[in-house]
């Protein structure tokens, strides 16, 4: 397991942080460029040109990167950083779960509320379970983590809610493969930097997630 929350894998790229000097599957980093002005950007979905620079996907790495001035250093160059660069990283992150979610529920690969919930879990199509971290723990934990499959917790309400074109919403489900391979890349990176465990695995918990 990465510090990020990404379980390691052989055959998957890695890179070396820049704070902690650990090399890891790139799934458990946040890439960053430096633009054409000096500043230090996010990238996210890792397609801006420019030489990688990789902090691993965790509040408290960040957050040193930001004060040790190790982008900088990685570069080699003087660079700025935005204002709040973690929130900013957070924010995005967020973004890109509530919108692979969102996909996913388009395309009938998803579902939320308590009830449509517990129904894929039982008949075993559920493989993802998304539960707002700011909802009633009795409420979730009626529900499980599929087997086999993950959970995460790093949404609240109104951003799960966002996902299934809602003011609110506690329980989601996703069915695996295709855009849920991209829900686990990212809610296991927000996670790290929201500090919540979106690295549980049938197998790892009790009966609740």
Do not use: Y
């Not at 990020?4 to 894998?9: E, P």
């Amino acid at each position: 397991m990465t510090r990020g929350g990404a379980d390691r894998t052989r055959d998957e790229v890695q890179r070396r942080c820049i704070v902690t000097g650990e090399v890891q599957p790139r799934t458990g980093l946040v890439r960053f460029v430096i633009s054409p002005e000096g500043v230090v950007v996010p990238d996210l979905a890792e397609k801006l040109p420019g030489r990688g620079i990789w902090v691993a996907a965790d509040r408290a790495v960040l957050e040193k990167a930001v004060s040790k001035n190790a982008f900088a250093r990685a570069a080699r160059a003087q660079v700025s950083l935005p204002d709040d660069l973690v929130g900013l990283v957070e924010a995005g992150l967020a973004a890109r779960v509530v919108e692979l979610v969102s996909l996913a529920r388009k395309s009938g690969a998803a579902v939320c509320g308590f009830e449509k919930v517990k129904d894929w879990l039982a008949g075993g199509r559920a493989k993802i379970l998304l539960q707002a971290h700011d909802g009633s723990d009795r409420g979730k934990g009626k529900l499980f983590t599929p087997p086999g499959g993950r959970w995460f917790g790093c949404l609240s309400a109104q951003e799960l809610g966002l996902a299934f074109g809602r003011d609110r919403a506690i329980h989601g489900a996703l069915a695996g493969g295709g855009l849920g391979t991209g829900v686990i890349r990212e809610a296991t990176r927000l996670s790290g930097l929201r500090g919540l465990d979106g690295s549980r695995t049938a197998g790892k918990d009790k009966k609740t997630a």
